[in-house]
């Protein structure tokens, strides 16, 4: 099989917000062909893509779902190691687009100016259900509800847009779903409406076994959870279990820290 021909996931952290000793924070690259993506952007994800080998000009575009700090906390140092490490190559930036003033301007308050940047920066704001293609991709974001509690709390006195985004990724002859951060099985409608070779779904925000049930007739390959968390963290057997005794013949895996998947 020919590099244009293999589509693997590397998950660089598969942690939930919580601080942890053992997890890394949200962060998964994925190859598919001879494109190569991250999304999300949670800290360590410069030291996880060194220890693994992707040099500065290896990533074409970073797709963050949304500005929670596990999720996109560790941005600034990469963009840092790409200035230090001399990348050349133009990025694509994929963020809601309440995220790119401020991101830009975190990166001037970091002294990463753009004049010192041998690369040019592409930053594209998310449209809910408008494919960006380009690279041989087709991604399409799709609107999470994961911080609608957080805008009915506190919307009247931080008026933002409090965007998430799941995204459906097509590229290399496989479809991909990325759950991101969801608020409800209800988000994952648009994610799972086409077949898919992989689902990348969190369990953090849902009831496990509702959303077991929920995904076990549906045309999937191959499942890949993550962002564990909670009681289930610490009944792991319990949790595998119960997948088993709900998702049928769905193969699944959930997912840790440096496992390779091949899609």
Same mark, same amino acid.
């Given at each position: 099989?020919?590099?244009?021909?293999?589509?693997?996931?590397?998950?660089?952290?598969?942690?939930?917000?919580?601080?942890?000793?053992?997890?890394?924070?949200? /962060?998964?690259?994925?190859?598919?062909?001879?494109?190569?993506?991250?999304?999300?952007?949670?800290?360590?994800?410069?030291?996880?893509?060194?220890?693994?080998?992707?040099?500065?000009?290896?990533?074409?575009?970073?797709?963050?779902?949304?500005?929670?700090?596990?999720?996109?906390?560790?941005?600034?140092?990469?963009?840092?190691?790409?200035?230090?490490?001399?990348?050349?190559?133009?990025?694509?930036?994929?963020?809601?687009?309440?995220?790119?003033?401020?991101?830009?301007?975190?990166?001037?308050?970091?002294?990463?100016?753009?004049?010192?940047?041998?690369?040019?920066?592409?930053?594209?704001?998310? #449209?809910? /259900?408008?494919?960006?293609?380009?690279?041989?991709?087709?991604?399409?974001?799709?609107?999470?509800?994961?911080?609608?509690?957080?805008?009915?709390?506190?919307?009247?006195?931080?008026?933002?847009?409090?965007?998430?985004?799941?995204? /459906?990724?097509?590229?290399?002859?496989?479809?991909?779903?990325?759950?991101?951060?969801?608020?409800?099985?209800?988000?994952?409608?648009?994610?799972?409406?086409?077949?898919?070779?992989?689902?990348?779904?969190?369990?953090?925000?849902?009831?496990?076994?509702?959303?077991?049930?929920?995904?076990?007739?549906?045309?999937?390959?191959?499942?890949?959870?993550?962002?564990?968390?909670?009681?289930?963290?610490?009944?792991?057997?319990?949790?595998?279990?119960?997948?088993?005794? #709900?998702?049928?013949?769905?193969?699944?895996?959930?997912?840790?820290?440096?496992?390779?998947?091949?899609?």
């Amino acid at each position: 099989m020919s590099t244009m021909d293999t589509a693997t996931l590397t998950c660089l952290g598969t942690g939930d917000g919580h601080p942890s000793a053992d997890r890394n924070h949200s /962060a998964f690259l994925y190859r598919l062909g001879g494109v190569t993506l991250l999304v999300d952007c949670g800290e360590p994800a410069t030291r996880q893509l060194r220890a693994h080998g992707v040099g500065a000009d290896d990533i074409d575009r970073i797709l963050i779902t949304h500005l929670h700090c596990d999720h996109i906390g560790g941005i600034f140092m990469l963009m840092q190691g790409f200035w230090l490490l001399g990348r050349k190559k133009p990025l694509t930036i994929h963020l809601p687009a309440e995220g790119e003033a401020p991101v830009r301007q975190m990166l001037n308050a970091s002294y990463i100016f753009p004049e010192l940047l041998a690369f040019a920066t592409d930053w594209q704001p998310w #449209q809910c /259900a408008t494919p960006i293609t380009g690279d041989g991709l087709i991604l399409t974001p799709h609107y999470s509800t994961h911080l609608e509690g957080l805008r009915a709390a506190h919307g009247a006195k931080h008026p933002q847009k409090f965007e998430a985004f799941g995204i /459906a990724i097509e590229g290399a002859g496989k479809r991909i779903a990325h759950s991101g951060d969801i608020g409800g099985l209800h988000d994952l409608h648009p994610l799972v409406a086409q077949p898919l070779d992989l689902l990348l779904c969190e369990v953090a925000h849902c009831e496990p076994a509702q959303l077991f049930q929920f995904l076990a007739d549906k045309p999937i390959k191959q499942i890949a959870f993550t962002h564990v968390g909670g009681k289930w963290r610490e009944r792991r057997a319990e949790l595998i279990g119960l997948a088993q005794s #709900q998702l049928g013949k769905i193969p699944f895996t959930f997912v840790e820290d440096n496992q390779r998947l091949t899609i």
